[in-house]
């Protein structure tokens, strides 16, 4: 199995690449001050971004977001404020906020999906100009998952590629609305109230591209795996021992892949990558809970 560490990218994590799709071609637009809703790492994102092309950032998270990533927006001189409850109570507070300021959304921009496609492109050309059979994937709002979807099938369009690689997609146990509706049958996730976990970067309760990622799941042959909370800590210091040091919502990919396997949904003859999403830098107050335990 071959991992590939977002945590490369200029901020830590994977969203760098939507971001930066995203504020050029705001930019380009004219908009000079932007508003976004994160759980943490895409706020920091966009704060830095919105930094190198000179545009005001103002960034939503829950009260109860890492400290890092709220020092790094913070830092690139980003407006922070601090929202009372859940994930998708920051959300609701970004959309009332909207008729004030431009809302620049990463679950919303179609732009932010275009610039995530390219993590598909590296993958194949890291293997070699060749895809993997399976990717494993943690998911919150799914953009990752559309990511990898759009960008593979332009390849395999192209006659790059012969076959698409099945999308193997964790989400914690605590806050799983794609996972329930995939095993579900159904379409769409239903509203359900979930549990605080420490992989926060998918705790998001009302994806809004849910039809979406559960057709791109589906239609790579693909499948869901919702991960047990008491899994994530001992998966985030095995990666530790390893010399790559991700945060829990990264290392859910581990008893994923176990899970996976378990189901029959991997075998010795995959190729697989599993996706980092982030730096454990960017969750030092997780971080410092796993090792206090």
Known sequence: MAVKVESCNPTASFKDRGTSVVISTLRAQGIHAVLEDSSGNGGSSFAAYCAAAGMDAQILVPETTSSSKILQSRVHGASVNLIPGTRQDTADEALRRSAERFYASHNWHPQFIEGTKLIAYEMWEDLGFTTPTAIVIPAGAGSLVLGCAI???????????????????????????????????????????????????????????????????????????????????????????????????????????????????????????????????????????????
Not at 188 to 198: N, S
Not at 228 to 257: D, F, H, I, N, W
């Open 151 to 293: 960008g593979f099938s332009e390849l395999c369009r192209a006659g790059e590629i012969t076959h698409l690689p099945r999308l193997l997609v964790a989400q914690p146990a605590h806050c799983s609305p794609l996972v329930h509706a995939f095993t579900s049958g159904v379409d769409a996730v239903e509203l359900a109230e979930w549990r605080r976990t420490i992989a926060e970067g998918t705790s998001i309760a009302r994806p809004v591209r849910d039809r979406e990622v559960l057709r791109a799941i589906r239609d790579s042959g693909g499948a869901m795996t919702a991960v047990p909370e008491e899994k994530l800590r001992p998966a985030t210091l095995e990666l530790a021992k390893t010399g790559l040091y991700t945060e829990p919502t990264s290392a859910q990919v581990v008893p994923a892949v176990e899970q996976f396997a378990r189901n029959g949904q991997l075998s010795r003859d995959d190729t697989i990558v599993a996706v980092l999403t982030g730096s454990g830098l960017k969750a030092s107050t997780a971080m410092t809970q796993l090792l206090d335990r």
